[in-house]
């Protein structure tokens, strides 16, 4: 089955900085990478998603990047502000299995 | 998303008792999930269904079970046998059976132990 793993679990970034997180995953097969952002207490949100014949995704300060080849794809969000202080999850989907999350990243926005 | 509706928000469970959570969506999706979240964890899937009157067992479906008699419901049962119940509970719900859609996420149930 898919394996994903994200990095890293933590990240505390000054407000106005860019933050990234990374994932990998395994399988060779999944084609479709959603990220999603889930405030304490909250349900997770779809933020942005990539397909696997695209390689990168830009909405505003969020950006999401894909490299089938080596099998990894990151999100990048500029200009950080308060607000997107939160805990935010990678995840694969191979198409005939289901959706794998990655273990999650609390971002900190520094004031 | 106001498509996808849980209930209970919270829900405390005894010793030995059976504890259904609710899960609803409007949203005419085929595929509905559930989905354990723990403290400072990720998603952990535990039970899918892609259509109505079938479901599989995800990573973790020991000590619940599921039923999917209509479209719109598919709640979860939190047996007996499930000895560390207390968790933040996702529904979540995707059209086509997911393929390549984003899923949905409901407001959650957390449940705890009396």
């Known amino acids: 089955g898919e394996n994903v793993e994200q990095h890293p679990s933590t990240l505390s970034v000054q407000e106005g900085d860019s933050a990234v997180i990374k994932c990998t995953y395994s399988d060779s097969a999944s084609n479709y990478f959603p990220w999603y952002k889930q405030e304490l207490g909250k349900r997770p949100q779809l933020i942005i998603d990539?397909?696997?014949?695209?390689g990168e995704k830009k909405d505003q300060r969020i950006a999401v990047t894909l490299n089938k080849t080596a099998k990894h794809f990151s999100l990048h969000i500029t200009e950080t502000q308060p607000e997107d202080s939160a805990v935010y999850f990678c995840?694969?989907?191979?198409?005939?299995?289901?959706?794998?999350f990655g273990t999650g990243t609390r971002l900190t926005i520094i004031p | 998303d106001g498509g996808i509706t849980q209930s209970p928000k919270y829900l405390f469970r005894k010793e030995g008792q059976n504890v259904t959570l609710s899960c609803e969506q409007n949203?005419?999706?085929?595929?509905m999930y559930w989905y354990r979240q723990d403290p400072g964890q990720g998603l952990r899937l535990i039970y899918y269904?892609?259509?109505?009157?079938?479901?599989q067992k995800g990573d973790i479906a020991e000590g619940y079970s599921v039923s999917r008699e209509k479209k719109e419901s598919f709640p979860l049962t939190v047996t007996s046998a499930q000895k560390n119940p207390t968790a933040f509970y996702l529904c979540a719900s995707s059209p086509q059976g997911a393929r390549n859609q984003p899923q949905h996420f409901g407001d959650g149930t957390r449940l705890s132990i009396l």
């Open positions: 995840a694969a989907h191979n198409p005939n299995e289901k959706l794998t």
């Open positions: 949203l005419n999706h085929d595929a």
């Open positions: 990539i397909r696997s014949n695209v």
């Open positions: 269904s892609q259509i109505v009157n079938d479901f």
